[in-house]
Each structure stands twice: as structure tokens, then as C-alpha cells.
């Protein structure tokens, strides 16, 4: 049975926005008008990976900066952001979305993102979980976790395994890089949501990163992002 609150609109997944109708047309522009769930599905994981660049730095708390309907136009965004967008979108194609929550070590962070951040620990790494068909068992539908935090560009710059989704499989962070080293270690699972916590978040990132996360400028000073 699928909930209504996995295909309605909030305030933070305006999915009825011109912004998101505009992300949503774009992204599967190329797609006829018989395109099924996984088609659409895939379609809109790629736009979001690769249409807006990862950057950890420009984090802004405004809660409008949340918005699908702000992200949908960024050319930036981090993990919580463009998980939020790719939910949206999905709601808005008439697949049913949520988010997805948890804590990752992330061994290979950036010597100078890990001296701002103090600590190797992302938490609330976000990630969307869309309600598919099961290729195993016809008929039926399961929760694939997609995770759209690197664009192609980054992970080439950094020798990390591109994350691709094909509608068979989950899309989440690789534990190893190309090379073997580890690389992104889930260490904690915060839940599925079917709107954005972002109180919990913010109180949570004021504890454990204090200020020091979220400053836009300091992106200038990290060739890893910028």
C-alpha cells in the first residue's frame, strides 16, 4: 500500500513548483510518454548527480535554501539538498519518495574540509529512497536508496567510484575507491522521513561542528571543490 505522504507536496518538497515541473521536464526530456517508473527514475538520478556540483561548503541554513524549488535552480548543492531535489522530483513524476538519513565516515575528505569540519564524521548524510518496481518479483515494488552527493566531475578529481543507478540495485556511497583505499564507511542509520528534519539537523550539526561547517567562502581555499 503506498502512503499518501510519500507522493505529497511540503513546504521544503514544493513538487508542485514551476522550478521542480521545470527540473522534472528537463531531466526527462529525452523520454517518451510511455517512459515507466525506472525510466523516469533514472533519468532524474543523473540530473541531480551531475546538474548541480558537490560543494560541502556552501551550506546555508536558511530553511528556504531547503526548498526543492531553490535547489532545482542551484548549480551547486551537498547531499541533504540534492537528496531533497531528487525526492521532489520524483513525487512530481508520480513516483513515491522519501528521505533517507545517515552518519558516513568519509576516509578520503580533504585535509582542509576535515580541519573545518574537525572530524572525518558526516552526519545526516542524506540520500533519496524511491518506491520501485522490484526487478525480482514482478508485481511488486521495494525502496531503492540513491545517493546523488557526487557529481561525475568530483569523482574523477578525487579516484572515487562513480555512483550509477540502473533501477536494479541501490545507489549508495562504495566502501573503497578505485584504488582500494577505504573510502566512505556507514557508521550510523538515522531513518526514513517524509519531509525534511531539518530542525533535528541543524541542532545536531551545532553540536558536533559547532561553526565551523557551512561557510561558503572557505570553498575558495579547497581545490577539491572548487
Request: with cysteine.
Amino acid at each position: 500500500m503506498i502512503d499518501a505522504a510519500w507522493l505529497a507536496p511540503t513546504w521544503f518538497l514544493d513538487h508542485e513548483s514551476t522550478e521542480v515541473a521545470d527540473f522534472v521536464a528537463t531531466a526527462t526530456a529525452d523520454l517518451g510518454d510511455d517512459a515507466d517508473d525506472t525510466a523516469l527514475a533514472v533519468a532524474l538520478f543523473h540530473a541531480v548527480r551531475d546538474g548541480i556540483r558537490y560543494d560541502p561548503y556552501g551550506i546555508d541554513y536558511d530553511p528556504h535554501a531547503f526548498r526543492a524549488s531553490t535547489i532545482s535552480t542551484a548549480e551547486s548543492g551537498w547531499c541533504v539538498s540534492k537528496s531533497i531535489l531528487l525526492c521532489a522530483a520524483a513525487r512530481h513524476a508520480g513516483i513515491p519518495a522519501r528521505l533517507g538519513f545517515a552518519d558516513v565516515r568519509n576516509h578520503l575528505t580533504s585535509e582542509k574540509l576535515m580541519e573545518r569540519m574537525g572530524t572525518d564524521l558526516f552526519a545526516w548524510h542524506g540520500y533519496a529512497e524511491l518506491l520501485l518496481p522490484d526487478p525480482d518479483r514482478e508485481g511488486e515494488r521495494r525502496w531503492f536508496k540513491l545517493s546523488t552527493a557526487f557529481n561525475i566531475e568530483l569523482c574523477e578529481r578525487f579516484g572515487v567510484k562513480v555512483l550509477e543507478f540502473d533501477g536494479t540495485a541501490d545507489a549508495l556511497m562504495h566502501p573503497y575507491d578505485e584504488a582500494g583505499n577505504r573510502h566512505m564507511e556507514y557508521v550510523r542509520q538515522r531513518g526514513s522521513y517524509d519531509d525534511l528534519p531539518l530542525d533535528e539537523i541543524v541542532a545536531d550539526f551545532g553540536e558536533i561542528y559547532g561553526n565551523r561547517f557551512g561557510d561558503p567562502a572557505a570553498a575558495g581555499d579547497d581545490p577539491a571543490f572548487a
